[in-house]
């Protein structure tokens, strides 16, 4: 329900991200930048959805592909959202995912898109890997699962982002 008609979406690695992709309704007219190879599999049957692919370096364990010249596709590129997954989520040491190699991509399509939406699990929360790539703040909503915990609850309100929990 978040993706509109005419948006210009940016859609992270991920599993999560994955099934977002999978649920887009047929009829949305929209623009979907993508960086990764089940996001574009989950896409491309779509027949209103015109798909934007960074290519680069495949990286087996995520289905991303990487390189610089992807970097500077999205640096052109303006979304009027962005779904982001991570792999980790705490309170002082921000969000974060496991590879090095996400983190400038990541950042890229944050600092591209007017609204940022966090996608994860209850159970990222409070846990930390090992590439820090945002602080929580820099998120306008969050999508999570009836399994968070009420403190994460009062901290994201208290932060004035938005928490949709289905």
């Known amino acids: 329900d978040l993706i509109q008609a ?5 859609i992270d690695t991920g599993t999560t ?10 009829d949305i007219k929209l ?3 993508s960086y990764n190879i089940n996001i574009l599999m989950a896409l491309k049957e779509k027949p209103n959805i015109k798909l934007i692919f960074s290519g680069g370096y495949f990286h087996t364990n995520t ?22 997954s991570a792999a980790g ?20 399509i944050i600092a591209s898109s007017v609204e940022k939406i966090l996608l994860a699990d209850s159970q990222k929360f409070g846990t930390v890997k090992s590439s820090y790539f945002a602080d ?6 969050i999508i999570t699962d009836n399994g968070i915990s009420e403190k994460w609850i009062e901290l994201i309100h208290s932060l004035e982002i938005r928490l949709i929990i289905i």
């Open 17 to 26: 991200t994955e099934k977002l992709a999978q649920n887009i309704r047929d």
């Open 31 to 33: 623009t979907a930048l």
């Open 136 to 141: 929580l703040a820099d998120f306008n909503t």
């Open 89 to 108: 989520i705490h309170e002082q040491l921000g969000v974060t995912c496991s590879n090095n190699y996400e983190v400038s991509t990541k950042r890229t």
């Open 63 to 84: 289905q991303m592909f990487e390189s610089s010249e992807g970097i500077s596709l999205i640096e052109k590129t303006r979304a009027t959202k962005v779904f982001v």
């Open 6 to 10: 005419d948006d210009i979406v940016i």
